[in-house]
């Protein structure tokens, strides 16, 4: 099983809301990304996390909080986003480092639309 | 860090015909090439991937080649169908060890039937 689950699909918010991203896997996997993308373009890393414990942030925002509750659970907090901040947002998971060439599952994403 | 450079940024072929994708990369330290396809409104999915080791992998219609001396690696997709069309993106890790992947641009593939 590869499959790594990503909830809600869509998410419509206001600008002044506070929503919640959730991401799932239950491959044991010890690295998870959480990925922005806009149509057609690749998809731009924003947190990764390995063994729980976040590793990178490509200098995103605050109003974008991730948590790694556990090694299954990745959250995105997001809080008073800009529509600029509509987008796919992709997890994604692998089973350690992609520089050691494991390799990287994507959730189905979150459909974020900022009005 | 890592760069990647894919071309074309869209290409069309004809049902049957193949298609090739090229992407460099600057770190000669990686040693790991992913090629994904994202369908439209889909997630992107591993077709195929190649490690340092091995010049050229294939499965069934599908090949990438390698060449670490020049740091570029290529897609290579045989007679084409429709179902093949999508946006196709290469990637290499940033570092040998490191936790970052650094994708291409990506490429519009329309397979004419």
């Known amino acids: 099983d590869t499959e790594v689950t990503q909830t809600p699909k869509h998410l419509v918010m206001g600008m002044t809301n506070k929503k919640s991203l959730k991401c799932e896997q239950h491959?044991?996997?010890?690295?998870m990304y959480w990925y922005k993308q806009k149509a057609k373009k690749p998809p731009e890393l924003m947190f990764v996390?390995?063994?729980?414990?976040?590793?990178i942030n490509e200098s995103v925002p605050s109003r974008f909080s991730p948590e790694c509750p556990n090694s299954s659970l990745l959250n995105l907090h997001l809080h008073a986003l800009q529509p600029e901040d509509s987008a796919l947002y992709l997890c994604?998971?692998?089973?350690?480092?992609?520089?050691?060439?494991?390799?990287?599952?994507f959730g189905a994403g979150t459909r974020l639309s900022v009005l | 860090g890592e760069n990647v450079e894919q071309h074309p940024s869209t290409l069309s072929v004809q049902e049957g015909d193949s298609a090739v994708i090229k992407c460099t990369y600057s770190d000669s330290a990686s040693n790991y090439f992913p090629w994904y396809k994202q369908e439209l409104g889909k997630r992107p999915q591993l077709i195929i991937d190649i490690r340092s080791n091995v010049g050229e992998k294939k499965d069934q219609r599908i090949a990438v080649t390698l060449n670490k001396t020049a740091k570029h690696f290529s897609l290579h997709i045989t007679e084409t169908q429709p179902e093949d069309s999508a946006v196709y993106f290469c990637a290499a890790p940033q570092g040998e060890y490191g936790n970052k992947l650094v994708f291409g641009a990506g490429t519009i593939l329309r397979v004419k039937s």
């Open positions: 491959m044991g996997h010890r690295a």
């Open positions: 996390y390995s063994y729980e414990k976040l590793s």
């Open positions: 994604a998971s692998s089973q350690d480092r992609v520089g050691a060439k494991n390799i990287q599952y």
